[in-house]
């Protein structure tokens, strides 16, 4: 079944959950029973669509949610999803009360801001929170464990605050040499050491972690880029235990065709020219859609067969060589199968020597998402 979009350019996104739904479904049986999935939906998840990939992983058995920003997690709230919410990133201390009333879970990690927040937060309601450690990746956290002391007294004396959780994130955990990922490992026990008691959830995990160090897992796991079918890094692909399905196609379809005589030119600069006579398709998609210019000579799938891309990527369109006419509106396959060819999110990141998660994130909220799925949610 495929959810009705309306839209009118030919270009889409299709996102796959009964994919999405096996992804994290095999997650879920890979780790203990007892480990809460919080899923990562954060940056319109990863370009697949927050509110659908929401839904469908919470009927697949995550726990909660967790995004970067207060914003993301208000409009989850707006969509009436009431599972927990942990917002990763900074918050502004004067926005406390607003996560509060939501049920909205904030991440701490400044004895400053739980001082001022404390002050904002309505009566009959009391802020979530889950501290931050820095144990070495050097962005936001608590680094020292006196300050972590100062935090914990804080929020066990006020009746402002529920301290939901701890954790930490690790720099490394997506590569074979685990020496630092193991110092990460044992500075974030030792924050726990220094407490007198430890709140509900503790995690440490991402998707790499998760699936190849279980020694990190405590009772709580960060599942983000393996649920959406792709693999953290080249290094450990052969090492994930589950058989990934990715959840994002891209698609578009030819809008003009015609020959070119040798010598003519394609694009802005002129910089392309027909060797001899050729087919050249226009296919409405280009930079301001996230498919950006450094894409120029990647091929993509056509009929059934791999054609570049030629000529400067415009910001609306695309050109390419084609070897035979094709009529318009033929099916154009940038990202995903078709017919005998697969072209992969890693396929596209190779060519822009750049990692998978930047390219569905990349491809902007301009191109609808279609998605598609047999009754599962």
Not at 47 to 68: D, N, P, W, Y
Not at 233 to 254: N, Q
Not at 338 to 343: T, Y
Request: hydrophobic share 40%; glycine share 6%; proline share 3%.
């Amino acid at each position: 079944m495929e959810e009705k979009t309306v839209f009118y350019r030919d270009t889409w996104a299709e996102i796959d959950l009964d994919a999405l739904y096996s992804n994290i479904s095999q997650i879920r049986e890979h780790l203990p029973r007892n480990t809460n999935i919080f899923a990562a939906v954060k940056a319109n998840a990863y370009g697949h669509g927050v509110i659908q990939t929401a839904k469908t992983v919470l009927a697949a058995g995550v726990h909660g949610l967790a995004v970067a920003f207060l914003d993301e997690a208000l409009t989850i709230r707006e969509a009436g999803i009431t599972a927990p919410i942990l917002v990763l990133g900074a918050t502004r201390a004067a926005d406390a009360g607003v996560a509060a009333v939501h049920n909205i879970s904030l991440t701490v990690f400044q004895i400053d801001w739980i001082k001022e927040a404390e002050k904002v937060v309505p009566l009959g309601h009391a802020l979530r929170v889950h501290i931050k450690c820095d144990t070495g990746m050097g962005r936001i956290g608590v680094t020292k464990e006196d300050d972590l002391r100062e935090i914990d007294v804080l929020l066990r004396q006020s009746n402002r605050f529920i301290w939901d959780g701890i954790f930490t994130h690790f720099a490394t955990a997506d590569q074979l040499d685990e020496a630092y990922y193991n110092k990460q490992l044992s500075r974030f026990k030792y924050f726990l050491n220094c407490l007198k008691m430890h709140p509900p959830y503790i995690h440490a995990a991402n998707s790499a972690a998760a699936l190849c160090h279980s020694d990190s897992l405590f009772n709580t796991a960060r599942i983000g880029i393996a649920m959406y079918g792709l693999t953290p890094s080249d290094e450990i692909k052969d090492l994930l235990p589950f058989t990934r399905k990715e959840v994002f196609s891209l698609h578009t379809k030819i809008v003009h065709v015609k020959k070119l005589q040798a010598g003519e030119k394609v694009g802005y600069g002129a910089d392309y020219t027909a060797s001899e006579d050729e087919w050249i398709a226009t296919i409405p998609i280009g930079y301001a859609d996230g498919w950006i210019r450094k894409l120029r000579g990647f091929k993509v799938i056509a009929d059934g067969e791999m054609v570049p891309i030629v000529g400067k990527i415009c910001m609306d369109q695309t050109m390419l060589k084609l070897p035979k006419k094709m009529p318009i509106g033929t099916q154009v396959t940038l990202i995903g199968k078709q017919k005998n060819h697969f072209n992969s999110v890693d396929d596209v990141a190779k060519k822009l020597e750049t990692i998978n998660y930047e390219i569905t994130c990349t491809i902007t909220n301009r191109v609808p998402r279609v998605y598609k799925r047999q009754g599962i949610v």
